[in-house]
């Protein structure tokens, strides 16, 4: 497994140009192949969505219903890589890879029992959930059968999202990429073998997926054997350290769901907007969500290195590096502002027939671009914080940014393009409000260094 880290001798204030130098290679070699991995993970959805479309529109209905339920699961339980990143870099960078390691262990011994529970939990509500949507029969059965199926594999893929968390703690994005990538390949020619060569249908794909996702949990799980005997760390959990885990992945859960909240409030507003406003929404959502990828990936890099900073106890650093993330994040909001401005008027036939839809697009589009300087503020500046272990103020903050959005969603969201107005600039500008009062005061650095 790479160990590559920071090159910490070279942040002193007597060679600056030097230090930012250094600085840039780091979040350049963490976040590069973080965005591979990162990209590579909705690709597994959009396979078996593309296999199982050719098995008839129920078929792809009951595969969209299900993997609505299971993304939701997963994306609140993110937090099992997002607490799990600092809690590593942070023991890393004050020199003790064995409790690096060993917090990396508790992490993953903790996704392994939420996964436990909540697939065995699911398993008599997938019905229930399944029908809360209210599809059509036949659409229900099928994605019950999906539903149940998958269960089988939560367990599997929260392992592996705390085994990314161990490795990027430990600096390591590449090997994250390697393996989401193998898995991306063999899932598709499994999942292709289940649903065509051996007729399984839509239980094929779920079967393929579970199996490709136990099979990535394994390998993880033999790469923190390895560290851990390397180390000297202990296999078995820490009590100590997985409560730890869990008090700062309850207010990360928190976090993410004050986000979850948001996006599904703006696509519940734009339901009112008819059905040439929803489909237009929809489109923009998955724009901004593809970008955020390349934003994502800075952050990544900003949990990495500020956690190993504060470990290391140094503080020029943490500034050093949330400078550089700052400069980086805007300037990349604007490079893709600029892309997408420049898109703006083409893309709608690549997402849509309709000619209203393609033109309400670009309008929505340029408010998308125009709003991305600020998104890139705001990822970055979300993953210092995340890296810093200041998770319960991202929850609280959290709780505050909806609490200003909703009232302006209510208010000004009764048009398309005011729904994105607000949400590009009221949602994202908040966040930035918010993010950037904590991580610009005076002394936060202080405050994440006592904790």
Known sequence: MPTDQPDDDTTTADDPRRARRSVDRDIVRLALPALGALVV????????????????????AAVGVASAVLQTVTGLLVFLAYATTPAVARALGSGDRR??????????????????????????????????????PEVSEAATAYLLVSLIGLPGILVVTASTGLLRGLQDT????????VGFIANGLLNALLIYG???????SAAGTVVVQWAMAAV???????????????????????VRALRSGAWLFLRTASLRIAMLTTIATATGLGTIGLATTQIGLTVFSTLAFALDALAIAGQALVGHALGARDAERVRLVTGRLVVLGIAGGVLLGLLTLAASGVLGPVFSDSPAVRAALPPVLVLIAA????????????????????ARYLALAGVANLVVYLPLLWWLGDGLASLWAVFSFGYIGIRAVTLGLRAHRPGWIAAALAR
């Open 371 to 390: 709003g991305l300087p600020i998104a890139g503020y705001v990822f970055v500046l979300d993953g210092v914080l995340i890296g810093a272990g200041d």
């Open 41 to 60: 993970e909705p690709l597994f959805l959009l396979t078996d969505t593309a296999l199982v479309g050719h098995l008839g529109a129920t078929s792809l």
């Open 220 to 242: 993880y799980v033999v790469i923190a054997v390895r560290a851990a005997r390397a180390s000297g760390a202990p296999l078995r959990p820490g009590a100590s350290g997985v």
């Open 198 to 204: 051996l007729g399984w249908g839509v239980a094929g």
């Open 174 to 181: 590449r090997t994250p990429l390697v393996v989401a990538t």
């Open 99 to 136: 409790g690096a390691v060993h917090a990396g262990i508790d992490g993953m011994w903790l996704a392994l029992g939420l996964g436990g529970v909540l697939a065995l939990l699911g398993w008599p509500l997938a019905g229930p959930l399944i029908d809360l949507f209210g599809a059509a």
